[in-house]
């Protein structure tokens, strides 16, 4: 896909927003104008201003057919197919990682996370690697559960039961 | 006057607090680290660390996240003169001498000149921001939601006059972050507002730190990613004791150019679309221009390094003003620090000054010790820092990842924004290829409940009256200001056709 594709493409899509915007706040009933003794309605806000984004999508498709920006005129690739890997890669790590932090909790979706991205894509040796797998569950228990006393997500009961465990250990002991 | 010696005395007391100058140490660290690394600035820097500051208190979280935007601005230089590459986009100017100087093997006295500009650029900065501040805010006071209406208004055609970018795309980014602002409950009447698919999770809205997290950390690091390719390369930097004294007394060579820069850096620094890297390269043309020989410039002259630091370390101490004073952001930083604010429980705004004095002056007396502190430890660990820089992105980027997600999970709890997060992310990773600017979007969205209930309560008062906008003095010079802003690139382009049309007829 070549940059100029992109720019309509974007360009239509942020039109399709833009509008989709508006039909949501114009069909939950929210008055989009003045309402008698009450001042501005609470549709107001984002009808219109959704109403602004698609004039200046509208704005950028125009500019598209004319030419005008240097993305309507550029037949670059759009994403290099080089660095296409690389980003498509990491991106879908990033969501299997939110995937797994669901099931498996936090922790092991993280450490599996570190393994895939430092040995794999990385390609740094096992110490490292092990360094990173194994120091950022430390870490990131250290500084989210102890310091700001937030619960991470711990996945399904069985895993959470398995961390509870822990926890546990913790609150026994050091409290 | 003699208040405000008073107050900054206290300011300075404060910052001297074990606690306090624990954050500036660690913060002004964490500015460098993420101002050296290519592809994180003070904004990646500051959204992805802002949900750990909820450790400390607000003062103490601020007085963090402010040295690490000074940090940031001086470690920029760093990987700018070694690698040749903008450590941040603020230091981009320094590239154009810096590279050459690094190339003829006197790397060491552009990171001198560098660290010594930026010094004189925050101290010229600070001091103008003591100054300014406090009759600034009490000349806000005076606002109603009609001037605040006007001053956003101000604050977003700043972007369309002068951020340079694509005015229908800069539009858009506006518009896009003001709706987003508006999803969940409507702050007035309280009914539901854009609740897509019926998600319950959607009824408290996006946070801003959403979408800032989603944009500066997993937007900025694919766009890294894509940009470096994973791979990095670097030139060697000889440092002794002895150059480093050697290269003090050069200090004459670029004086001049880095007071241009500071006060130059200072003012641009308070506009909000402007900052920090408009900054810079103002500056660099400016030195330029002025200079004696200004051939040299791009070979390798050492005010073409200084000029554009001190400007842009005077521009993040500049883009603070505005957002202690007016609750404006100067800058996407600053919009961060200030949705940061509202966090925290506090009300920026010109009331600031008053309600929370404690908190204003320690944040201005700690920028006076941060900006010593990260000269010092500048040129102190320059070397360890030129090792860090051959650290492998793929090291840092899923550190980098693991940190956006749980901190976004951290502010709200959600495993949902966690989703919208990556969503946000990759969207904006799209749109910034095809030059959609994205700051805009993240100021839009900090400033978004603020600027509709002040519209909406300067309607309400005025019973619909839409000229209250126009007939109070205040916000009838923002109006008018904001429509020049607006009109501006239509004038230029008009002038400049003119121009080409006079020569041929």
């Given at each position: 896909?070549?940059?100029?594709?992109?720019?309509?493409?974007?360009?239509?899509?942020?039109?399709?927003?833009?509008?989709?915007?508006?039909?949501?706040?114009?069909?939950?009933?929210?008055?989009?104008?003045?309402?008698?003794?009450?001042?501005?309605?609470?549709?107001?806000?984002?009808?219109?201003?959704?109403?602004?984004?698609?004039?200046?999508?509208?704005?950028?498709?125009?500019?598209?057919?004319?030419?005008?920006?240097?993305?309507?005129?550029?037949?670059?690739?759009?994403?290099?197919?080089?660095?296409?890997?690389?980003?498509?890669?990491?991106?879908?790590?990033?969501?299997?990682?939110?995937?797994?932090?669901?099931?498996?909790?936090?922790?092991?979706?993280?450490?599996?996370?570190?393994?895939?991205?430092?040995?794999?894509?990385?390609?740094?040796?096992?110490?490292?690697?092990?360094?990173?797998?194994?120091?950022?569950?430390?870490?990131?228990?250290?500084?989210?559960?102890?310091?700001?006393?937030?619960?991470?997500?711990?996945?399904?009961?069985?895993?959470?039961?398995?961390?509870?465990?822990?926890?546990?250990?913790?609150?026994?002991?050091?409290? | 006057?003699?208040?405000?010696?008073?107050?900054?005395?206290?300011?300075?007391?404060?910052?001297?607090?074990?606690?306090?100058?624990?954050?500036?140490?660690?913060?002004?660290?964490?500015?460098?680290?993420?101002?050296?690394?290519?592809?994180?600035?003070?904004?990646?820097?500051?959204?992805?660390?802002?949900?750990?500051?909820?450790?400390?208190?607000?003062?103490?979280?601020?007085?963090?996240?402010?040295?690490?935007?000074?940090?940031?601005?001086?470690?920029?230089?760093?990987?700018?003169?070694?690698?040749?590459?903008?450590?941040?986009?603020?230091?981009?100017?320094?590239?154009?001498?810096?590279r050459p100087m690094a190339q003829q093997g006197k790397a060491d006295k552009a990171l001198m000149a560098a660290a010594i500009a930026s010094f004189i650029g925050g101290t010229v900065s600070i001091i103008l921001f003591?100054?300014?501040?406090?009759?600034?805010?009490?000349?806000?006071?005076?606002?109603?939601?009609?001037?605040?209406?006007?001053?956003?208004?101000?604050?977003?055609?700043?972007?369309?006059?002068?951020?340079?970018?694509?005015?229908?795309?800069?539009?858009?980014?506006?518009?896009?972050?003001?709706?987003?602002?508006?999803?969940?409950?409507?702050?007035?009447?309280?009914?539901?507002?854009?609740?897509?698919?019926?998600?319950?999770?959607?009824?408290?809205?996006?946070?801003?730190?959403?979408?800032?997290?989603?944009?500066?950390?997993?937007?900025?690091?694919?766009?890294?990613?894509?940009?470096?390719?994973?791979?990095?390369?670097?030139?060697?930097?000889?440092?002794?004791?002895?150059?480093?004294?050697?290269?003090?007394?050069?200090?004459?060579?670029?004086?001049?150019?880095?007071?241009?820069?500071?006060?130059?850096?200072?003012?641009?620094?308070?506009?909000?679309?402007?900052?920090?890297?408009?900054?810079?390269?103002?500056?660099?043309?400016?030195?330029?221009?002025?200079?004696?020989?200004?051939?040299?410039?791009?070979?390798?002259?050492?005010?073409?390094?200084?000029?554009?630091?001190?400007?842009?370390?005077?521009?993040?101490?500049?883009?603070?003003?505005?957002?202690?004073?007016?609750?404006?952001?100067?800058?996407?930083?600053?919009?961060?620090?200030?949705?940061?604010?509202?966090?925290?429980?506090?009300?920026?705004?010109?009331?600031?000054?008053?309600?929370?004095?404690?908190?204003?002056?320690?944040?201005?007396?700690?920028?006076?010790?941060?900006?010593?502190?990260?000269?010092?430890?500048?040129?102190?660990?320059?070397?360890?820092?030129?090792?860090?820089?051959?650290?492998?992105?793929?090291?840092?980027?899923?550190?980098?990842?693991?940190?956006?997600?749980?901190?976004?999970?951290?502010?709200?709890?959600?495993?949902?924004?966690?989703?919208?997060?990556?969503?946000?992310?990759?969207?904006?990773?799209?749109?910034?290829?095809?030059?959609?600017?994205?700051?805009?979007?993240?100021?839009?969205?900090?400033?978004?409940?603020?600027?509709?209930?002040?519209?909406?309560?300067?309607?309400?008062?005025?019973?619909?009256?839409?000229?209250?906008?126009?007939?109070?003095?205040?916000?009838?010079?923002?109006?008018?200001?904001?429509?020049?802003?607006?009109?501006?690139?239509?004038?230029?382009?008009?002038?400049?056709?003119?121009?080409?049309?006079?020569?041929?007829?």
């Open positions: 896909m070549t940059v100029r594709t992109a720019e309509l493409l974007m360009g239509l899509a942020t039109l399709l927003l833009s509008l989709g915007l508006m039909w949501n706040v114009w069909s939950d009933g929210l008055r989009i104008g003045w309402v008698e003794g009450r001042g501005p309605g609470a549709g107001m806000w984002p009808f219109w201003l959704s109403g602004g984004m698609a004039l200046a999508s509208l704005a950028t498709i125009v500019r598209w057919f004319l030419g005008k920006t240097p993305e309507s005129r550029s037949t670059e690739p759009y994403v290099a197919r080089e660095t296409l890997f690389l980003v498509v890669v990491s991106a879908a790590a990033l969501l299997t990682l939110l995937i797994l932090m669901n099931i498996v909790g936090t922790y092991i979706a993280l450490m599996l996370f570190m393994l895939f991205y430092v040995r794999y894509l990385g390609g740094h040796s096992w110490a490292m690697t092990s360094a990173f797998v194994i120091g950022t569950p430390i870490f990131v228990y250290l500084l989210f559960e102890v310091a700001l006393t937030k619960y991470l997500p711990k996945g399904l009961p069985i895993f959470e039961e398995g961390f509870l465990w822990l926890d546990n250990f913790r609150w026994q002991y050091f409290y | 006057m003699q208040e405000i010696f008073i107050a900054l005395g206290g300011g300075l007391l404060q910052a001297f607090e074990p606690l306090n100058l624990f954050m500036i140490f660690t913060g002004c660290l964490a500015g460098l680290f993420v101002g050296c690394m290519p592809g994180l600035g003070s904004v990646n820097g500051v959204a992805i660390l802002l949900p750990v500051t909820f450790l400390v208190p607000p003062t103490a979280a601020i007085i963090f996240l402010a040295a690490l935007y000074y940090g940031a601005m001086y470690g920029g230089a760093i990987s700018s003169i070694t690698l040749g590459i903008p450590g941040a986009s603020t230091a981009v100017a320094t590239v154009f001498d810096g003591t100054l300014f501040a406090p009759p600034l805010a009490a000349f806000a006071l005076k606002f109603g939601p009609q001037e605040e209406f006007a001053l956003m208004l101000l604050a977003f055609a700043t972007f369309i006059g002068l951020g340079g970018d694509d005015i229908p795309k800069t539009i858009f980014s506006i518009l896009l972050g003001l709706v987003m602002a508006a999803v969940g409950f409507d702050i007035i009447s309280g009914q539901p507002r854009m609740i897509f698919f019926d998600m319950v999770e959607l009824q408290r809205g996006i946070g801003f730190l959403v979408l800032a997290i989603g944009i500066y950390g997993i937007g900025e690091m694919l766009w890294t990613l894509e940009s470096t390719k994973g791979k990095v390369q670097m030139h060697s930097v000889k440092i002794t004791w002895q150059r480093i004294k050697g290269n003090f007394r050069q200090i004459k060579e670029y004086i001049n150019s880095t007071w241009v820069g500071s006060f130059l850096g200072f003012f641009v620094g308070t506009l909000p679309a402007a900052g920090a890297t408009p900054a810079s390269l103002m500056s660099y043309g400016l030195s330029k221009t002025f200079s004696k020989d200004p051939d040299s410039f791009g070979k390798g002259n050492v005010a073409g390094v200084a000029a554009p630091e001190a400007a842009n370390n005077a521009a993040s101490t500049g883009s603070m003003l505005p957002m202690i004073t007016l609750g404006i952001p100067g800058s996407p930083t600053t919009a961060i620090l200030l949705g940061g604010m509202i966090i925290w429980g506090l009300r920026p705004g010109p009331l600031l000054f008053t309600e929370s004095p404690d908190f204003v002056w320690g944040l201005i007396g700690s920028m006076y010790v941060a900006n010593t502190v990260t000269v010092l430890l500048n040129i102190a660990m320059i070397p360890i820092f030129i090792r860090v820089l051959a650290m492998p992105f793929t090291l840092l980027t899923p550190i980098i990842f693991a940190l956006c997600v749980l901190g976004v999970f951290a502010t709200t709890d959600r495993m949902f924004d966690t989703w919208v997060m990556l969503l946000l992310g990759v969207g904006g990773y799209l749109m910034r290829k095809l030059n959609y600017p994205v700051a805009p979007a993240v100021l839009a969205i900090v400033l978004g409940p603020l600027a509709e209930r002040s519209l909406r309560q300067s309607l309400i008062s005025a019973q619909g009256d839409v000229t209250t906008f126009v007939t109070r003095p205040i916000s009838l010079t923002c109006v008018i200001l904001a429509a020049l802003l607006i009109a501006y690139p239509i004038i230029q382009k008009l002038m400049r056709k003119k121009r080409e049309a006079s020569p041929a007829g």
